[in-house]
């Protein structure tokens, strides 16, 4: 049945079901996911279903064959409804893009292709001892025969309890240093795996919560890439997808409030004086300032999302633009919130209430903090002006 229904969807253009997805569902539930902090599941296989869960995924494993044009584009407008999805499915495809860039054949058919491409996947990287520095590691994995066993305590796990696999990262058993990682394919099922509650004051749909290995045993088939590659795949496989993607989400977050904004103003009328809100030039003035800023985003993720593509098909690094996606994701993030301080100032009590605007405005400041956070990132970016090294796993290095 499923396999029928996705058929039937893919007679329509991709972008068509991907809208289609969006409105019928995201749209939907965002507000109800929300106040309950439920996690999304309906929206992600309305997602699933319209095809764009394997939106980088080459169609000999079910997936559209695009690029990072069309990632970011869909990111974009999940974003401007729902972040909390829009997030979740940036996790996914990151893990999905980790696979198709460093993953076997055999990988890519059990963990993409696999139920027509409905698995949910996601990162699993962060520890809390090393707090926002995600690429840093202290867990490190054992073996046992053929086997590794995973024991780590993963502090901010998008999808946690929740996904059907995760990309793990840590220390290759008997490690050389810190540089010395290995990336593993968790399947959600095994045993020795513990979630743990996820209560945040945004993106509440996420399930974002710190998750427990205690012992999970992963076949060697799921390693991904080889043992030591894991600093590799950080800068060429998660970074640059990850990074693309979560600019996005926050950029459609920040046009989602602004229109939303922008649609209030425009409508509500004080009876007293007969005047709209957007009657009054200092609403305009508000709305003024925060389009300029939501505009400033298009055009830049067009432009890094092409060159993504172009290194891609040339089989090139693609941390040769780590630095300037570093500096989208700043921006995006940054934009997000100034534009959903505008939308909570120009709508007053109404934005404040319960719903889109406050929810956006709330979502937003997580854009801050997600790493790399915007106060690690300018450092990035500093030290790469005047020519110091980034020093993410050496003093002195990188």
Do not use: C
């Not at 969807?9 to 902090?37: C, K, M």
């Amino acid at each position: 049945m499923a396999s029928a229904k996705l058929a039937d969807n893919f007679s329509q253009h991709p972008y068509s079901r991907l809208d289609a997805a969006i409105d019928a569902t995201v749209r939907v539930n965002a507000d109800r996911n929300d106040l309950e902090g439920r996690f999304p599941r309906e929206n992600l296989e309305a997602l699933a279903q319209a095809g764009w869960s394997g939106v980088l995924n080459d169609s000999r494993f079910g997936g559209l064959g695009l690029g990072h044009i069309d990632f970011a584009e869909a990111a974009n407008r999940i974003g401007q409804v729902d972040a909390s999805t829009g997030l979740i499915y940036v996790m996914h495809v990151g893990a999905a893009q980790t696979i198709n860039l460093y993953g076997s054949d055999d990988q890519k058919e059990r963990w993409l292709k696999a139920k027509d491409g409905a698995l949910l996947g996601t990162y699993s990287t962060s520890e809390r001892a090393t707090g926002g520095h995600w690429w840093y590691n202290l867990s490190e994995a054992s073996r046992d025969g053929d086997d590794y066993l995973l024991d780590a305590k993963k502090s901010f796990t998008t999808s946690s309890g929740q996904a059907d696999f995760y990309v793990v990262q840590t220390r290759t058993p008997g490690a050389k240093d810190q540089a010395d990682i290995v990336f593993l394919i968790v399947d959600g099922k095994s045993p020795g795996i513990e979630s743990k509650p996820w209560n945040a004051l945004g993106v509440r749909a996420n399930h974002s919560g710190p998750i427990q290995y205690t012992s999970v045993r992963v076949p060697q088939r799921d390693r991904l890439g080889a043992e030591g590659q894991g600093k590799e795949i950080i800068y060429n496989g998660v970074s640059p997808v990850y990074l693309i993607g979560l600019g996005a989400v926050w950029e459609g977050l920040a046009r989602g409030v602004f229109n939303a904004a922008v649609k209030h103003t425009a409508s509500f009328v004080h009876k007293d004086r007969n005047k709209r809100l957007a009657d009054y030039q200092a609403i305009r003035q508000e709305l003024g300032a925060a389009k300029v800023l939501v505009e400033s985003l298009r055009p830049w993720r067009l432009e890094l999302a092409a060159r993504l593509d172009e290194l891609w098909r040339a089989g090139k690094p693609q941390s040769e633009i780590l630095i300037p996606l570093t500096e989208f994701k700043v921006h995006a993030a940054e934009v997000a919130n100034k534009v959903a301080a505008a939308a909570l100032t120009v709508t007053g009590g109404y934005g404040y209430h319960r719903g889109p605007i406050e929810r956006s405005f709330r979502d937003a400041r997580a854009a801050i903090a997600m790493g790399p956070s915007n106060i690690i990132a300018r450092d990035w970016i500093g030290k790469s002006l005047v020519g110091l090294p980034l020093e993410l796993f050496y003093e002195g290095g990188e």
